[in-house]
């Protein structure tokens, strides 16, 4: 098994619930991603998500948006969050999923991109904007090299789709909480729960359910019925606020460890 298998694993051993945080690589530089990651690992998340800055982000609400244009104004590119994921490796062994838009990996040349993120320890990759009828175009490069192509699935996503999609699902499905874009409303979970449920009972991997989720609050209700909690816009919303501080790192240790403890009083109410 890859590292997001042995990950969820070690969960449903344990009875407990996932963690995912998302941060957008280079922002506010990529020596602080370095310790960000390195922060996150320590407080408690269990996999993690890098965005890959891009110029036009579509499916990213006005925060990710601004981590993005800081990111790439601090000079990040592609091979930069790859070495990043290297340099990374060299002290933990935690997941990492490579988060973005296609154009940059189909610049840097999709074969050339799988072979320089499967050296640098990338587990899996997911592109917001890739059709699911050009996934075979990705897949057959990632395959063989053994990172998975993360499955994204909506409320909106059709039944027969939906198992057509899941039929080569690996790692595990990440599904949007809502339609719009990241960050711009709340989660309501009453609300999505049986849709995730219905989904489980056909998915092949674990569901990881994403979007709108700011608090502890949140991620504990979300994980009441998914098997991880992705947490995105508020993360980064911390990392700006408190960005050139000395206490960013213990700011976002801090809020890994809320997330973490609302997620375990779901996983284990008594």
Known sequence: ???????????????????????????PSLEVSEQLVYAMAEAGADIIELGVPFSDP??????????????????????AVLDLVARVRQRVD???????????VFSYGVDKFAAAAAQAGV???????????????????????????????????????????????RGFVYYVSMTGVTGSTR?????????????????????????????AADAGAIAAFADAVVVGSALVNIINQHAGSPSLLEEVRGFIRELKQGIHHASDPA
Do not use: W
Request: glycine share 8%; proline share 8%.
């Open 123 to 169: 587990d899996a990759l997911l592109l917001v904007d890739l059709p699911a009828e050009e996934r075979e175009e990705v897949l057959c490069h990632l395959r063989p090299l053994d990172i998975a192509l993360v499955t994204l699935l909506a409320p909106t996503t059709p039944p027969e789709r939906c198992r057509r999609l899941l039929a080569d699902a």
């Open 1 to 27: 098994m890859g590292r997001i298998e042995d990950t969820f694993a070690r969960l449903e051993r344990a009875g407990e619930k996932g963690l995912i945080p998302f941060i957008t690589a280079g922002d």
């Open 187 to 215: 989660v309501d979970g009453a609300a999505i729960a049986a849709q995730v449920e219905e989904v489980r009972r056909i998915s092949p991997v674990p569901i990881a359910v994403g979007f709108g989720i700011t608090t």
């Open 94 to 104: 935690i997941p990492i999923v490579l988060m973005g838009y296609y154009n940059p």
């Open 58 to 79: 579509m499916a990213d609400g006005p925060t990710i948006q601004a981590a993005s244009e800081r990111a790439l104004a601090a000079g990040t590119t592609l091979q």
